[in-house]
C-alpha cells in the first residue's frame, strides 16, 4: 500500500469534514479553529443537511477570505451518516478529519496527529487506519478515560471491549480505509450510531491512540439549536439502532464476557425498535445469525418490557 508525500501531490494531506443542520450560530467556531491551524496543509468540506438558516450564506463569505480550500454541498434533510458519505466521496485528503458544526480543534492539533501518524513505521502503517485522541470540553477538563499507554496500538474493538475506555475520543482516518466502509443509507431514519463504523474497521484495522486532547467538545451550552441527527426521539432513529444493535449481536458477541453491558442493551433494546421500525420481530429474529444473539434476546425481554414501559410513561415514543 503506498502513502502519498506532499511533494508528490497537489491533493491535501487532511479533509476537514464538518455536517451541519441549522447551526449557523455555532459554525463559526469550527472556521476560526481552522483559521488558527499551525498545519496548514487541509480542505475542508462542508456538507449541509437542509439548513433553514444563514448557513449557506456564512459558507460562501468565509470561501471568499478563507487561505485554504472551502467546498460546500447541500442536500435534503436525510441524516448525518448520509452526508458523511458524500464528504467521504468527495474528499481529497489523505486522511479523514470529521469536526461537528459545534466543536472544535486545539490550534496544533492537525500538526500533532500528521507527527503521529509518521511516528508509526513506514512498514507498519498499511495495518493502522488511522490516529486518535482525547477530547476536552470547553473549560480544559479532559472527557472520559485516558488510554493505559499513550502510544497505545489497539483495535477499537480491544479498546471498548477488553479495556473498557469511555468517553468522548476523536481522531482521524484514513480515507481509503472509511471509503471501504460507507454508513448503511437506510430510508425511514437520519440517525445511524456512529460506532458502527469503527467497529467495522477494527476486524482489519488498528489504531494508534495518544492521551493527548485533539478536540474541544462544547457541553452544557445555553443556545439551542437542532442536532444532525436528534436522539431524542426513538421513533424516528430506531430504523438506524435496529440495524446497530442486529450488526452488533450478530458480530461482536464473542466478546460479551469482556463487556457484557453493550450486548445486554442491544439484546433489550431490540424488540423494542424493531416495533417502532414497523417491522415484525420474526422477521428480524431470522436476522440473527447465531444462536447465542437468540437466547440472549430471550433472556433479556422481561428487561424489554420494562424498558417499554419505561419510555411509554416519559413519553420518548412521541414522534
Request: glycine share 6%.
Amino acid at each position: 500500500m503506498e502513502f502519498r508525500d506532499l511533494d508528490m501531490s497537489d491533493d491535501p494531506l487532511f479533509t476537514v469534514f464538518t455536517p451541519t443542520y441549522n447551526r449557523g450560530h455555532t459554525i463559526q467556531r469550527v472556521f476560526d479553529c481552522l483559521r488558527a491551524q499551525t498545519l496548514r496543509d487541509f480542505e475542508w468540506i462542508v456538507v449541509d443537511d437542509g439548513s433553514t438558516d444563514s448557513t449557506s450564506e456564512l459558507i460562501a463569505g468565509w470561501a471568499k477570505v478563507a487561505d485554504f480550500p472551502i467546498r460546500y454541498f447541500r442536500q435534503q434533510h436525510s441524516g448525518k451518516h448520509i452526508a458523511h458519505n458524500l464528504a467521504v466521496r468527495e474528499a481529497r485528503g489523505q486522511f479523514f478529519a470529521p469536526l461537528d458544526s459545534d466543536d472544535a480543534f486545539l490550534p496544533d492539533s492537525l500538526e500533532r496527529l500528521d507527527g503521529h501518524w509518521n511516528a508509526i513505521p513506514v512498514s507498519e502503517r498499511p495495518y493502522f487506519s488511522g490516529v486518535g485522541g482525547l477530547c476536552c470540553d470547553q473549560h480544559g477538563a479532559i472527557i472520559g478515560d485516558r488510554f493505559p499507554a499513550s502510544p497505545f496500538d489497539a483495535t477499537l474493538r480491544d479498546v471498548l471491549y477488553i479495556h473498557r475506555i469511555r468517553g468522548e475520543k476523536w481522531g482521524v482516518s484514513r480515507t481509503d480505509v472509511f471509503r471501504q466502509y460507507p454508513f448503511p443509507e437506510i430510508a425511514g431514519t437520519q440517525f445511524v450510531p456512529e460506532g458502527m463504523i469503527g467497529l467495522q474497521m477494527a476486524k482489519s484495522y488498528k489504531r494508534r491512540f495518544v492521551n493527548e486532547v485533539f478536540r474541544v467538545y462544547y457541553i452544557n451550552e445555553d443556545k439551542i439549536g437542532a442536532n444532525l441527527s436528534s436522539r431524542t426521539s426513538l421513533v424516528t432513529s430506531s430504523p438506524g439502532r435496529l440495524y446497530y444493535y442486529i450488526w452488533l449481536l450478530n458480530h461482536d458477541l464473542a466478546y460479551f464476557c469482556h463487556s457484557p453491558v453493550p450486548f445486554i442493551k442491544a439484546a433489550a433494546m431490540l424488540p423494542i425498535v424493531t416495533r417502532y421500525s414497523g417491522q415484525s420481530l420474526r422477521a428480524v429474529w431470522k436476522e440473527l445469525n447465531n444462536y447465542r444473539a437468540k437466547l440472549l434476546v430471550l433472556v433479556a425481554y422481561p428487561l424489554s418490557l420494562l424498558l417499554y414501559l419505561y419510555f411509554w410513561t416519559r413519553a420518548v415514543f412521541k414522534p
